[in-house]
């Protein structure tokens, strides 16, 4: 059996979410010892596949192999019997209680009497072993970032992990708090620990890792390519894709005056660190500026300094003559900017509220919808019936709670809002992340009908092939810069991944 | 080799469809399920008959069928109540207590609609009486017009309580400091501090532990101030403090569903993430909704002080916490409320003479517990599912599927 020679094989996951393929058939193997990392994009279910192999989630199809024997996982705690440990993103740690609490959280044993000074010293040990050291008593929330996921790490050593999964390890730490765990991560492997490193970051991937599995979309890309063998333009090109995989139809752009220009913009990400770096950037009306570049460079920073939702720490924004800044009243804004915003459902509506509530989100203040101090309800009711005509949302009624509709149905609700009032301005950003080809194709016509009829449009998406067919112009950024801006038209997608992986080329 | 097993496990599934009647009838369940615990320690307690008791709570609460008959006859024929009994006494009663109990429940309900956890109404209330008793006696002269000096001390219940509100409301927006802990604990503040005024120091009178009764300017009018255009009121104690709570119910319920702010605050109790993706200022909020809050309760001590027309060491603790039972079980609905308060207005009056004197506390905590738990299970659904399992370990890679 060939899979022997594997620490674990996946073979054929298939795992779906409502509306969405997360796993389509995926496999995925790592050999002992080595540091495998799992590139992809964010929502290419790469966290999905390695929370199967968790244990966190049931495949609906495919079968897991552990050195060479099928297993199936019911819960993480048959994953950890098996030797594999997951590092979430997220930590799962609890707050208040201290380390060595946190390590026997969970844990069959001791059934009855816990001897924590002996968890503490077992603690203390296996930190000084893999130069991994906390102290064992301090609380949880008395850890920076960095201490905590070693706490983590610990925990999965705690209970026998020999495979180590690592979701996106680095998007918490500073430069040299990444260096110390690739420290330690080269040494468990030096230990005969097997590592499964899930990244976007094309740097950290090359550096870090012995072979690359690449997935997009729910499928895999490239298999256990050798990190030696690679360039980071090359993997950049397999993460986002290149096949076309829908054309569309638009007019040339006839860009008019500017109307939101972006000067020396410097805003923090939410550890603190920097996220944008002098981004100076202009849009006009008429034309769609779409922002390419790695997940996690700065653009979702970017968008919520747009729309007020972060601060910037330096810099200039004018939306045509009015200026950005703290004291804009983004009430008042209103729908003249137009926000789809990354994660639709937690942020874009309230889900408790009616559809027709919350198709006056952003309009409330204005009339017809405000009347004086009160809101005119059957301003509320008409404006719910129109859209939800024009938009063909399919629903009960429009008094139906909008935690009642389809993920499908409630962007629609978010799009029609945000389109139905003729913004000036619009940021999408990953506007068809999650939907299906007609949905997809939806949400582009109406971005193509907006920036015909003059919105200024800021595209930001992580789909290249959404980008080249969408925008007019690019803009690439990377760790918060601006690597390189030009036309759409002749833009090479080779040039394009260099300059994702921040490679300055004159275009 | 494939062993399946099947076993069982329970799901819990969130209802999609939650029609409005079923909160009336969670409410109404809740209610009647509380009793028949409450019912079990009442008889732990020594009622030999609980079902008695509860009459006897109904009846003094309420009054009976026979005193109404009576009262009513008595009223068509312009009568006093026959045999110097109070036909309509418990009644009248009951909306004594009920009027200050709406005032703190509406104090609740527009925090709790924000999801803003204020307990202190009790507090806040208690700076209302503080403040409205301060005007009646230090202010104003006794001779000040009653409409002057009734809405004067309203003003100054308003202010006192709004700006005990909003020390917990500042924190929290801007410190993000748990408005639970500190609108709990500056209850204790407000009962130390009239403590202080009533008990040791200034406002005392003698060792009574009381100020001095208030001019009649300060008070409310009684029912019975007009026995002798209408002979059956004789000795009703119901004061317009019920229509003050009933008012501002009604205001309170169309600034939540019909106004523009009150259209902010339900987003924001909704999520708060698409309220400041909205543009919505949640600090600013956050603090307003505080403010407003603490000058209903305020305004319940006022009505409270106004009504007992005098301030004592003994004022009553506990209405704001009251208020948070009635708020929920009114399911956060101003109009609601008015009904419910009503409700436990009579629990307060029917369970006065009844031993232990924990008794209405009792059914009150009951009351609460069974309601949040019979919403969740209507919230919720629960049922028991049949799974089936491949178990692990299986030998081999054998065929696909």
Request: no cysteine.
């Given at each position: 059996m060939t899979e022997s020679l594997n620490a674990f094989e996946m073979r054929g996951i298939v795992k779906r979410f409502p509306g969405v393929m997360?796993?389509?058939?995926v496999d995925f193997a790592c050999h002992p010892g080595e540091v495998h990392a799992l590139l992809g994009e964010n929502g290419a279910g790469k966290s999905t596949l390695m929370n199967v192999l968790a244990g966190l989630y049931r495949p609906e199809a495919g079968r897991i192999f552990v050195s060479g024997q099928r297993v199936t996982f019911r819960s993480p705690q048959d994953s950890i019997a098996h030797g594999i440990g997951m590092v979430h993103q997220h930590f799962m740690l609890v707050a208040s209680h201290s380390v060595a609490e946190n390590m026997v959280l969970g844990l069959n044993r001791p059934r009855f009497f816990l001897n924590l000074s002996r968890v503490e010293e077992q603690v203390a040990a296996l930190g000084e072993q893999y130069g991994l050291a906390v102290n064992p008593r301090a609380k949880i929330w008395e850890l920076c970032v960095g201490e905590q996921q070693r706490v983590e790490v610990l925990k999965m050593l705690f209970r026998g992990a020999k495979i180590l999964i690592l979701d996106e390890p680095t998007a918490v730490l500073t430069p040299q708090e990444v260096e110390s765990l690739f420290h330690t991560l080269r040494d468990m492997t030096q230990r005969g620990h097997t590592i499964v490193f899930i990244s976007h970051k094309l740097d950290e991937v090359v550096a870090i890792s012995d072979r690359v599995t690449v997935m997009r979309r729910g499928k895999v890309t490239a298999v256990n390519v050798p990190s030696r063998e690679t360039t980071k333009a090359q993997l950049a090109k397999l993460m986002v894709g290149r096949e076309i995989f829908f054309q569309i139809e638009k007019k040339e752009a006839q860009p008019g005056k500017v109307v939101l220009s972006i000067e020396h913009l410097y805003t923090d990400n939410d550890r603190g660190l920097?996220?944008?770096?002098d981004l100076s950037l202009q849009v006009r009306t008429g034309e769609i500026l779409g922002i390419a570049g790695v997940a996690g460079n700065g653009q979702r920073e970017l968008a919520e300094v747009l729309t007020g939702l972060r601060r910037a720490a330096g810099g200039k924004m004018m939306f045509g003559d009015i200026p950005l800044d703290k004291h804009t009243s983004w009430v008042n804004l209103g729908q003249k900017l137009a926000h789809i915003p990354e994660d639709r459902a937690a942020v874009g509506s309230a889900p408790g509220l009616s559809v027709a509530e919350n198709l006056i989100l952003k309009c409330f203040h204005h009339p017809p919808i405000a009347a004086g101090w009160s809101i005119n309800r059957v301003a509320v009711h008409q404006n719910a019936v129109r859209l939800v005509g024009e938009y063909q949302i399919t629903m009960p009624s429009v008094d139906t709670p909008a935690r009642m509709l389809s993920g499908g149905n409630l962007q629609k609700v978010i799009l029609a809002r945000e389109t139905s009032g003729h913004p000036e301005l619009m940021i999408a950003v990953h506007p068809t992340r999650g939907l299906d080809v007609g949905a997809t194709e939806a949400v582009h016509n109406i971005l193509i009908k907006q920036r015909d009829a003059g919105a200024a449009i800021l595209l930001i998406s992580e789909d290249l092939d959404e980008l080249l067919s969408l925008s007019d112009r690019l803009a690439v950024i990377y760790e918060g810069r601006l690597v390189g801006e030009m036309p759409t038209k002749g833009a090479e997608i080779h040039t394009i991944g260099l300059m994702m992986a921040g490679t300055k080329v004159e275009a | 080799m494939k062993r399946r097993l099947s076993s069982y496990r329970l799901r819990i599934e969130t209802r999609l469809d939650n029609p409005g009647w079923m909160g009336i009838v969670s409410a109404i369940l809740g209610v009647l399920l509380a009793l028949i615990i409450g019912g079990f320690v009442l008889r732990a307690a020594g009622a030999a008959h609980p079902i008695a008791t509860y009459q006897k709570i109904f009846t003094e609460a309420f009054g009976t069928f026979a005193d109404w008959r009576a009262g009513i006859s008595a009223l068509l024929n312009h009568q006093a109540c026959p045999k110097g009994s109070l036909c309509f006494g418990p009644l009248s009663d009951t909306l004594v207590k009920a009027s200050p109990i709406l005032l703190t429940t509406l104090a609740c309900i527009v925090a709790f609609r924000m999801k803003l956890w204020n307990i202190g109404a009790d507090g806040q209330m208690f700076f209302g009486a503080w403040a409205a008793t301060g005007v009646a006696l230090f202010v104003l002269p006794k001779t000040t017009d009653r409409v002057v000096m009734l809405g004067a001390m309203a003003l100054a219940g308003i202010l006192a309580g709004s700006l005990y509100g909003a020390i917990p409301g500042f924190l929290k927006a801007k410190l993000n400091i748990n408005e639970i802990i500190t609108t709990l604990m500056l209850n204790y503040v407000a009962y130390k501090w009239l403590e202080y005024f009533i008990v040791v120091g200034p406002w005392s009178i003698g060792d009574f532990e009381s100020t001095g009764k208030f001019p009649v300017s300060a008070t409310w009018p009684r029912l019975t101030e007009y026995v002798k255009q209408f002979p059956i009121v004789a000795g009703l104690t119901v004061h317009p403090g019920i229509f003050v709570g009933i008012i501002a119910a009604i205001l309170l319920a169309w600034v939540l569903y019909r106004s523009r702010w009150g259209y902010q605050i339900r987003v924001i109790g909704d999520n708060p993430k698409a309220a400041r993706y909205a543009g919505i200022n949640l600090e600013r909020n956050v603090i307003l909704v505080m403010v407003i809050s603490g000058a209903l309760a305020g305004l319940a001590g006022m009505n409270e002080v106004a009504a007992l027309r005098t301030l004592t060491g003994r004022f009553q603790r506990g209405y704001g916490f009251t208020g948070v039972i009635v708020a929920w079980l009114a399911r956060l609905n101003p109009l609601a409320a008015i009904f419910v308060s009503f409700l436990f207005g009579g629990l307060l009056v029917g369970t006065k003479l009844i031993q232990p004197q924990g008794i209405a506390s009792m059914l009150q905590g009951v009351i609460l517990f069974v309601v949040i738990g019979t919403e969740l299970l209507f919230r919720y659904r629960v049922r028991l599912e049949k799974v089936e399992q491949i178990v692990v370990p299986e030998t081999g890679a054998e065929h696909d599927r």
């Open positions: 997360a796993n389509d058939h920097p996220a944008l770096r | -």
